[in-house]
């Protein structure tokens, strides 16, 4: 089993800063892909940023230039840095991760429990 748990958001003006945090931990071998969605009251869940183990970044159009991810693969963590937040970037946060076995075979795609950002205007 893998456990994902977030950190790092709150309240914060609008043309703040907000960094995010998560950590996974539990018994597995590998993880590959980690990345944060997030989802806004009324909307569906969407994808933020993502990093795999080795290779190049992805992001939304809607935060480019604005936010960063970063992973620690021997900490198991992946941060995500959010400056020039903006109020249409309220929404709940979740940390994923891709989980593969010894052969690279997919094991699973583990949730966090979220973390609320909310940006005042």
């Known amino acids: 089993q893998v456990q994902l748990v977030e950190s790092g958001g709150g309240l914060v003006q609008a043309g703040g800063s907000l960094r995010l945090s998560c950590v996974a931990s539990?018994?597995?071998?590998?993880?590959?892909?980690m990345g944060w969605y997030r989802q806004a009251p009324g909307k569906e869940r969407e994808l933020v940023a993502t990093?795999?183990?080795?290779?190049?970044?992805n992001y939304a159009d809607s935060v480019k230039g604005r936010f960063t991810i970063s992973r620690d693969n021997a900490k198991n963590t992946v941060h995500l840095q959010m400056n020039s937040l903006k109020s249409e970037d309220t929404a709940v946060y979740y940390c994923?991760?891709?989980?593969?076995?010894?052969?690279?075979?997919?094991?699973?795609?583990?949730w966090g429990q979220g973390t609320q950002v909310t940006v005042s205007s």
């Open positions: 990093v795999p183990s080795g290779g190049s970044t």
């Open positions: 994923n991760a891709i989980v593969v076995g010894g052969t690279g075979r997919y094991v699973g795609s583990y």
């Open positions: 539990g018994s597995f071998f590998s993880i590959n892909a």
